[in-house]
């Protein structure tokens, strides 16, 4: 994660307070990093090594292990919902659009499909404020729980969507070509300088 200037590792204690986690997390997840090259310790700092593949790596662990673990439910709109029409969705505080429609947001180049939220609101909140009922086969919109600290929503510029790095892991998680090419360019355009400033 990035210090207040976004581009330098910080505390630990700023680290677990940005990735709502423990510092006893953090110790371990630091640990493992040094352990497999990814943290170089000098005479006064940490850095970053071997960013694209740390990267790499984080998306194929989250999409594998943390994502599925996240999924609040999968649901369908009442008939009176009109999913081509979900930028007239209003979402509240606690709620960020995350996968297609958040690839939408920050290229204009897709049109979603599938409607994914971020939320650390109550599931009956957002049931009951867009009408959703559970479904197994024709789901329209997924929804999981949100696990970074908003301030991490400050990469974005835009407090509307998930993190990019969040955004393009959701979408290459896909397998669809439309997503992955938007992922791409989610990539050149949001994360990929972060990685060279992230030192």
Request: hydrophobic residues 35%.
């Amino acid at each position: 994660m990035l210090n207040k200037e976004w581009n330098t590792l910080g505390t630990y204690r700023e680290l677990g307070d940005i990735g709502n986690t423990s510092l006893g997390n953090v110790n371990k997840i630091m640990n493992k990093l040094k352990d497999e090259g990814f943290i170089v310790s000098t005479k006064n700092e940490m850095k970053l090594n071997k960013k694209e593949k740390l990267f790499e790596v984080w998306v194929r662990e989250y999409n594998q292990v943390m994502r599925p673990k996240l999924l609040v439910g999968n649901y369908r709109f009442s008939e009176s919902v009109n999913t081509r029409e979900w930028k007239k969705l209003k979402l509240k505080n606690g709620n960020v659009w995350g996968g297609e429609p958040a690839g939408a947001v920050l290229t204009d180049y897709l049109i979603p499909q599938l409607l994914t939220i971020y939320t650390n609101r109550d599931k009956k909140d957002l049931i009951k404020k867009f009408k959703l009922i559970p479904e197994t086969t024709n789901v329209q919109l997924s929804v999981f729980e949100m696990f970074w600290n908003q301030l991490t929503n400050r990469l974005t510029q835009n407090e509307q969507v998930a993190p990019p790095m969040i955004v393009y892991a959701d979408l290459l998680n896909t397998n669809d070509g439309r997503n992955i090419e938007t992922a791409n360019i989610i990539y050149e355009k949001y994360i990929k300088e972060q990685l060279l400033r992230f030192r």
